[in-house]
């Protein structure tokens, strides 16, 4: 079974950047879509976005299609998210998520422990 670890979470102010990482351990990601989501108090976790096993493939959310981008590096067996022009809206807790299977999806049955991301205005 595959672990994984986020990181990179922060305090940023509006407008900034910032760039979170999900570490695997325990099996290559090699076969698996990865996908990141986020969840805001009292509310819902929610897709945000994924990439395919090869990274040739992506999806993102409405809410932040055009500011942030999903890549992976096969080699060091991690996945990134790369955040721009950060609103305060986009303050939650960010999900890393994987599963077996080459293409984009938004359902997942591995989860990391999250790590916060908050934007100040």
């Known amino acids: 079974q595959v672990q994984l670890v986020e990181s990179g979470g922060g305090l940023v102010q509006a407008g900034g950047s910032l760039r979170l990482s999900c570490a695997a351990s325990g099996r290559t990601l090699s076969s698996y879509a990865m996908g990141w989501f986020r969840q805001s108090p009292g509310k819902e976790r929610k897709f945000v976005a994924a990439?395919?096993?090869?990274?040739?493939?992506?999806r993102y959310a409405d809410s932040v299609q055009g500011r942030f981008t999903i890549s992976r590096d096969i080699a060091k067996n991690t996945v990134f998210l790369q955040m721009d022009s950060l609103k305060p809206e986009d303050t939650a807790v960010y999900y890393c998520?994987?599963?077996?299977?080459?293409?984009?999806?938004?359902?997942?049955?591995?989860w990391g422990q999250g790590t916060q991301v908050t934007v100040s205005s």
């Open positions: 998520a994987a599963r077996q299977g080459l293409g984009v999806f938004t359902e997942y049955d591995v």
């Open positions: 990439i395919n096993w090869s990274g040739g493939r992506t």
